[in-house]
């Protein structure tokens, strides 16, 4: 791999919810970052999230070691996105069965499901993937991009008996665990020294605009200094849901 990577990662309940439905994990050993926001009734959207990124993590672990720990490096480009794309599929199809059946096994269960963004580094490509309204952002040459596009209709004005209309969100077309199969969209991309990559939950991208995000990106802070204030920003204009921030720094060697 041409380059490095430092990576940091934190969750926070925020301000309104009793508990977090967030689950993260950052491995610089398998150059994968997942993060997923759990959805469910009582308890079973913090297992959604946390058995998806156990299951993903393990099947792609499984993967990697099978193929000799990383991709086929010196095949042609289109090859290597091929693998790539097939790994991934693989990883999204199995954990959905997987949670899927498992909410069948208890009552509390039903109906649960998660939201899940996927982050890998594969030689000098990395792969963006995504089921949900999660999100991966691009920081580069100080301009932040979304490089997700929300599974879900589009934030609108509904109307309801209050007394004026208010904005809310769109409801998820697509999550992990709810329906026997899901499409994951996966985007194979070049890495640049330097980047700069944010996944998160909507705790933060619905508490702050993208500008305010890209500001924070580029204070002079280290990972870890910028996700802490990444979600304490969101916190102060509200902490209406769990907040989750992970950053992957691409360092030059």
Not at 3 to 24: M, P, T, Y
Not at 43 to 58: K, L, M, N, T
Not at 87 to 97: E, R
Not at 225 to 250: C, F, M, P, Q, W
Request: net charge negative; with cysteine.
């Amino acid at each position: 791999m041409p380059f490095k990577l430092q990576a940091h990662g934190a969750s926070d309940i925020g301000l309104v919810r009793v508990n977090n439905e967030d689950s993260w994990l950052t491995s610089l050993e398998k150059q994968i970052f997942l993060l997923a926001d759990g959805l469910g009734g009582h308890q079973a959207g913090e297992v959604a999230a946390r058995e998806s990124i156990e299951c993903f993590f393990a099947i792609f672990s499984a993967w990697k070691k099978e193929h000799g720990g990383s991709l086929a490096q010196n095949e042609e480009p289109k090859k290597l996105e091929d693998q790539i794309e097939d790994c991934l599929k693989a990883c999204f199809a199995q954990t959905n069965s997987y949670l899927f059946q498992l909410s069948f096994s208890h009552e509390l269960l039903r109906g649960m499901g998660t939201t899940f963004c996927s982050l890998s580094f594969h030689d000098h490509v990395a792969a963006v993937a995504h089921v949900g309204d999660s999100r991966i952002y691009r920081l580069r040459n100080n301009t932040l991009e979304q490089l997700t596009k929300d599974h879900c209709w589009t934030k609108g004005f509904f109307v309801d008996q209050e007394p004026e209309n208010m904005p809310r969100k769109g409801v998820l077309t697509r999550a992990l665990g709810t329906t026997p199969r899901v499409e994951a969209t996966i985007q194979i991309m070049d890495v640049s020294p330097k980047d700069l990559f944010l996944i998160c939950s909507d705790g933060l991208s619905d508490m702050l605009e993208q500008d305010e995000i890209e500001k924070i990106l580029c204070m002079p802070l280290t990972v870890g200094e910028r996700v802490r204030t990444l979600i304490s920003a969101a916190k102060e204009n509200g902490g209406a849901d769990n907040v989750t921030v992970v950053l992957v720094e691409v360092c030059p060697l």
